[in-house]
């Protein structure tokens, strides 16, 4: 039997991109993002999900495709993996979709030495990239946004 893939479809800037369902803890509208000095310059700021402070990663900068500002009707994808979460923002969540395994090609097979990308699904409408959310916010930077945000208190932020 075949492996299954349920992905969580996303676009930005008219390319497809999705993630592992499993990876995606909840999808909400974009609010206002609090900026982090020295933060690494893949990530937008932070936002207050249910108390947690969250990093919200620059999807267009991560991705190489050009910037603009987040509108009223782009989402954030949370997606949380190994303890770490963070918020991807998009332009369209598409519904889930579930994939056979060979539909899904691994990165090295098509894209090797492109750190983000885990796979290329084959769709009727053309390719999608999988996203590795492991990846798309390595531990490094993690860690530089958490110290960023210790460093310095930010209103509205912190639970005390």
Known sequence: MAEKHL???FTVDDQQ???N???VQRIVRAVEVTHVPQAPSVILGV???EGEVIPVVNSRRRLGLPERDIGLDDLFIIVRENDRAFALVADEVRPVMELQGPQVIASERVLPGEGYIEGVAKVDEGMIMVLSVDRTLPYDEHRSVQAAIEAKPHPGLSDK
Do not use: K, W, Y
Request: glycine residues 0%; neutral net charge; charged residues 0%.
């Open 7 to 9: 992905l969580v479809v």
């Open 17 to 19: 991109f999705a993630v």
């Open 21 to 23: 369902l499993s990876c």
């Open 47 to 49: 936002i207050n999900v």
